[in-house]
């Protein structure tokens, strides 16, 4: 009997391949278009081949490593790797969600370690060649560590937990598993910034003087009850400059890079923090966290539709359906689904880009927004001319042209 899902799963990992050095290679090309008028003040001659050769490097470095993930998950797959690691997991203890968090933890790990040497490769020569890294190899070691140990404990948590609603609701666990996903979804856009960003950077108020005289003016002028301005130590690891909006309620905060700081000016900056600020006023947090809680809601009911297969099973090589093995075999099938939700994903956050520029333009000035859009871009090497294709697949934010478009337009 011919076992389709065998062939499913399969085409599923080369086709994904195949679609995503076919969406790099669109891009890469669009990189020789000629650079918009608007943005020829970006860089100078000198920096934008530098853009173009650090674009480049990722491009090559991206096949490399895509390749290398293909061919240690088809020989996993066509070897029977999984099958392998299925009954060594069964054969550690008689208890089955030690043996879940054995499966998957061995897996992850593994992959981890196999892939460290191109996580090395990135930082501390890539990175480096280009003037970004501030890595440290001992801050390197310690992020590594730090990582394991929270995937350990709070990942391996929630598995736990799923399993064992599995174990006592059977296919109906995707319901609880949803509360407990939902539920932690919540808490951590909530207290994320307070609990795992100080296991990895430095936050600290900023201090007083101008710069906090002026956001906090402008927060003020806007409406914003501002009380958390925080400074994140990003030079620790990157020269990239950055800044986010984080929490809900009452602990909303605003945080800053230092080497954002350190790059614009405050009127620069202030027009970065009306953005942050306007995605707050337009709910867009608020709307991000719920359709990503509806999104797992729509996972897990789609998992556990295809809990127990035995076809399933077979095609991963393991004759005895179980709740791991399932897990595994739909998230590859899942991969087609997820595109496709992410590809709306990205939708939903450009177009909220969109109106958090607007939101800045109107209620602060356009002009200092652009400026401090465009130090960014030339700061981080960013692509001038991306593919309009891979736009559309991979960007969360719109191309920088089409922001100082808009902005432009409104008046």
Same mark, same amino acid.
Not at 53 to 64: G, H, L, T, V
Not at 71 to 80: A, D, K, P, V, Y
Not at 331 to 360: H, K
């Given at each position: 009997?011919?076992?389709?899902?065998?062939?499913?799963?399969?085409?599923?990992?080369?086709?994904?391949?195949?679609?995503?050095?076919?969406?790099?290679?669109?891009?890469?090309?669009?990189?020789?278009?000629?650079?918009?008028?608007?943005?020829?003040?970006?860089?100078?001659?000198?920096?934008?081949?530098?853009?173009?050769? !650090?674009?480049?490097?990722?491009?090559? +470095?991206?096949? $490399?490593? %895509?390749?290398? *993930?293909? /061919? &240690?998950? @088809?020989?996993?797959?066509?070897?029977?790797?999984?099958?392998?690691?299925?009954?060594?997991?069964?054969?550690?203890?008689?208890? !089955?969600?030690?043996?879940?968090?054995? +499966?998957?933890? $061995?897996? %992850?790990?593994? *992959?981890? /370690? &196999?892939? @460290?040497?191109?996580?090395?490769?990135?930082?501390?020569?890539?990175?480096?060649?280009?003037?970004?890294?501030?890595?440290?190899?001992?801050?390197?070691?310690?992020?590594?560590?730090?990582?394991?140990?929270?995937?350990?404990?709070?990942?391996?948590?929630?598995?736990?937990?799923?399993?064992?609603?599995?174990?006592?609701?059977?296919?109906?666990?995707?319901?609880?598993?949803?509360?407990?996903?939902?539920?932690?979804?919540?808490?951590?856009?909530?207290?994320?910034?307070?609990?795992?960003?100080?296991?990895?950077?430095?936050?600290?108020?900023?201090?007083?003087?101008?710069?906090?005289?002026?956001?906090?003016?402008?927060?003020?002028?806007?409406?914003?009850?501002?009380?958390?301005?925080?400074?994140?130590?990003?030079?620790?690891?990157?020269?990239?400059?950055?800044?986010?909006?984080?929490?809900?309620?009452?602990?909303?905060?605003?945080?800053?890079?230092?080497?954002?700081?350190?790059?614009?000016?405050?009127?620069?900056?202030?027009?970065?923090?009306?953005?942050?600020?306007?995605?707050?006023?337009?709910?867009?947090?608020?709307?991000?966290?719920?359709?990503?809680?509806?999104?797992?809601?729509?996972?897990?009911?789609?998992?556990?539709?295809?809990?127990?297969?035995?076809?399933?099973?077979?095609?991963?090589?393991?004759?005895?359906?179980?709740?791991?093995?399932?897990?595994?075999?739909?998230?590859?099938?899942?991969?087609?689904?997820?595109?496709?939700?992410?590809?709306?994903?990205?939708?939903?956050?450009?177009?909220?880009?969109?109106?958090?520029?607007?939101?800045?333009?109107?209620?602060?000035?356009?002009?200092?927004?652009?400026?401090?859009?465009?130090?960014?871009?030339?700061?981080?090497?960013?692509?001038?001319?991306?593919?309009?294709?891979?736009?559309?697949?991979?960007?969360?934010?719109?191309?920088?042209?089409?922001?100082?478009?808009?902005?432009?337009?409104?008046?």
């Amino acid at each position: 009997m011919t076992n389709y899902y065998f062939y499913i799963i399969l085409g599923i990992l080369i086709g994904g391949f195949i679609l995503e050095r076919w969406l790099s290679w669109l891009n890469m090309k669009n990189t020789k278009a000629p650079v918009p008028e608007e943005l020829k003040d970006v860089y100078e001659p000198e920096r934008y081949e530098k853009s173009q050769e !650090y674009k480049r490097a990722n491009s090559k +470095f991206s096949i $490399i490593t %895509s390749t290398y *993930s293909l /061919i &240690l998950i @088809l020989i996993m797959f066509l070897l029977g790797g999984f099958a392998f690691l299925n009954d060594f997991s069964f054969s550690l203890t008689g208890t !089955y969600i030690i043996t879940v968090l054995a +499966f998957f933890g $061995i897996l %992850s790990f593994g *992959s981890d /370690i &196999l892939s @460290l040497p191109f996580d090395v490769y990135d930082t501390f020569v890539i990175e480096e060649k280009f003037g970004f890294n501030k890595t440290t190899g001992k801050t390197f070691v310690l992020d590594k560590i730090k990582g394991w140990l929270l995937g350990a404990i709070i990942g391996g948590g929630i598995l736990a937990i799923v399993v064992w609603f599995y174990q006592l609701t059977g296919q109906n666990f995707w319901i609880w598993a949803w509360v407990l996903v939902a539920a932690f979804t919540l808490f951590m856009t909530m207290f994320y910034s307070n609990l795992i960003v100080p296991l990895f950077n430095k936050q600290t108020p900023l201090d007083e003087g101008e710069l906090r005289t002026a956001i906090e003016d402008f927060s003020k002028k806007a409406g914003f009850k501002l009380n958390n301005i925080y400074v994140i130590d990003g030079s620790k690891r990157s020269t990239k400059a950055n800044a986010y909006f984080t929490g809900l309620g009452a602990k909303k905060r605003i945080v800053l890079y230092d080497t954002l700081i350190n790059d614009l000016s405050i009127q620069e900056i202030v027009a970065v923090l009306a953005h942050e600020i306007g995605h707050y006023k337009k709910k867009h947090s608020l709307y991000g966290t719920a359709l990503s809680i509806a999104q797992i809601g729509f996972t897990l009911f789609l998992f556990s539709l295809f809990m127990n297969n035995p076809q399933l099973s077979l095609a991963m090589g393991v004759e005895q359906p179980n709740f791991h093995i399932s897990m595994l075999a739909f998230g590859i099938l899942y991969t087609p689904i997820s595109m496709v939700t992410g590809y709306l994903m990205n939708i939903f956050s450009r177009r909220n880009e969109f109106q958090a520029d607007r939101f800045a333009a109107e209620n602060y000035e356009a002009q200092h927004l652009i400026s401090a859009l465009k130090k960014l871009t030339a700061k981080n090497l960013s692509n001038l001319t991306p593919h309009p294709v891979y736009v559309k697949v991979y960007y969360s934010h719109p191309p920088l042209l089409q922001r100082i478009r808009a902005m432009k337009s409104i008046f």
